[in-house]
């Protein structure tokens, strides 16, 4: 899916982002951390199946509360126990992982002046199941790698596009999560 930027640029804005806002940002992070500091709160159910609903309940940016009404549905393919009704859980993991990668693109684009007139990243990988269902120990649960593309058209030189991308492998938030080992403390209630 290719994200074109038809009437998104105006005096303020480029590539529908305002780089004073993204200045912004940065200005009030680097003057005070606190106002760098976020905090993301989700609450998945299950509704039967193999199919649940995410709530994304609460999100803190730099102690302000961001409305968050979003309601986000998983399913799984019929292969794997579901009705194939909605994403599976793998499918939004990508899709987190591009859309984070896709706003760093965009807002790097925007403060360099450069306007993008399109911008694609397709991330794909490989799972063995027999790690998932407990058939093998040695096998793992998950990906051993991914492997992702990054089409971009812009007005941009190679070296500058070439900047952009090492610094959104730097900066993103999703592709850390996944390019890095992130603690887990997990606290289990049974009623």
């Known amino acids: 899916m290719t994200t074109a930027n038809t009437n998104t640029n105006t005096p303020t804005r480029l590539n529908g982002i305002d780089p004073r806002s993204v200045q912004a940002l940065i200005d009030g992070a680097t003057a005070d951390a606190s106002n760098a500091q976020t905090h993301w709160n989700v609450v998945s159910k299950w509704q039967g199946g193999a199919r649940n609903q995410a709530a994304v309940k609460r999100v803190e940016i730099g102690g302000e509360t961001v409305d968050t009404p979003w309601l986000i549905d998983m399913d799984e393919p019929e292969q794997l126990c579901g009705t194939n009704l909605r994403p599976n859980p793998q499918g939004y993991l990508l899709a987190a992982l591009n859309g984070c990668m896709m706003v760093g693109y965009a807002a790097l684009a925007t403060l360099h002046g450069i306007e993008i007139e ?19 120990p040695d096998v793992k649960a998950g990906y051993d790698s991914l492997q992702y593309t990054v089409r971009i058209k812009s007005n941009g030189t190679d070296e500058q596009i070439q900047r952009i991308h090492e610094t959104v492998q730097k900066t993103s938030p999703n592709y850390f999560n996944i390019s890095q080992p992130v603690k887990l403390d997990a606290e289990l209630i049974s009623e």
Do not use: P, Q, Y
């Not at 399109?118 to 093998?136: M, Y």
């Open 118 to 136: 399109s911008l694609e990243i397709e991330t794909k990988g490989d799972i063995d199941l027999r790690g998932f269902l407990g058939i093998d």
